[in-house]
C-alpha cells in the first residue's frame, strides 16, 4: 500500500494523486527545508494551471478536502522538475515544483508540456508571486541547453 496525497486542483478541480514519498522527498534533508509548511506548487495535467498547495492539515491555506489516502499502486507519474525561488530576495521561501507525465513521455514532449503552463496564480509559501523562471519553456522560445 502507498500513501498518496490526493489534491484536488485549485482551478479546475480534478483530483491529483501524488505519491507521499516523491512529494516529501525535497523536505527530507532538515538542513535544506524548502519551506516549513510542505508547501508545493503542482503543475495540473489537466488544465495546466501550476497552483500552489499548503499540504500540513494545520496550515490556514490547507484545503480541507485535500487528504492523504493509501492506494493499492504506487501513482507513478509524479516528476520534481525544480525547486523555484522566490521574486522577494529577502524571503528565504523555496517551492518544489512537481509535474505529473506518464513515464513514458519524452523530454521533448516534457518541454513542449511545460510551454503550455499558465503560471498566474504561482506563489511562495508567504504568498509572494512567482513568475516563470527566465530560459523556461514557452510557445515561442525553445528550452536552452
Ligand atoms: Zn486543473
Ligand atoms: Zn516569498
Known amino acids: 500500500m502507498f500513501i498518496h496525497y490526493v489534491l484536488h486542483c485549485k482551478n479546475c478541480v480534478m483530483p491529483l ?3 507521499r514519498d516523491t512529494i516529501e522527498q525535497p523536505f527530507a534533508d532538515q538542513d535544506y527545508r524548502p519551506n516549513d ?3 508545493v506548487g503542482v503543475a495540473c495535467p489537466h488544465c495546466k494551471s501550476v497552483e500552489t498547495y499548503f499540504l500540513h492539515k ?3 491555506q490547507h484545503n480541507p478536502r485535500d487528504q492523504a489516502w493509501l492506494l493499492e499502486n504506487r501513482v507513478e507519474v509524479t516528476a520534481h522538475v525544480s525547486t523555484l525561488e522566490c ?4 524571503c528565504k521561501a523555496r517551492l518544489p515544483l512537481f509535474a505529473q507525465w506518464r513515464q513514458t513521455t519524452t523530454e521533448q514532449e ?3 508540456d511545460i ?3 499558465l503560471w498566474e496564480h504561482l506563489q511562495c509559501p ?3 508571486s512567482i513568475v516563470k523562471p527566465k530560459g523556461w519553456p514557452s510557445k515561442t522560445e525553445p ?3
Open 17 to 19: 494523486l501524488l505519491p
Open 37 to 39: 509548511s510542505l508547501c
Open 58 to 60: 494545520k496550515h490556514p
Open 87 to 90: 521574486e522577494e530576495q529577502a
Open 110 to 112: 516534457r518541454v513542449a
Open 115 to 117: 510551454a503550455t503552463w
Open 126 to 128: 508567504d504568498g509572494h
Open 143 to 145: 528550452f536552452p541547453h
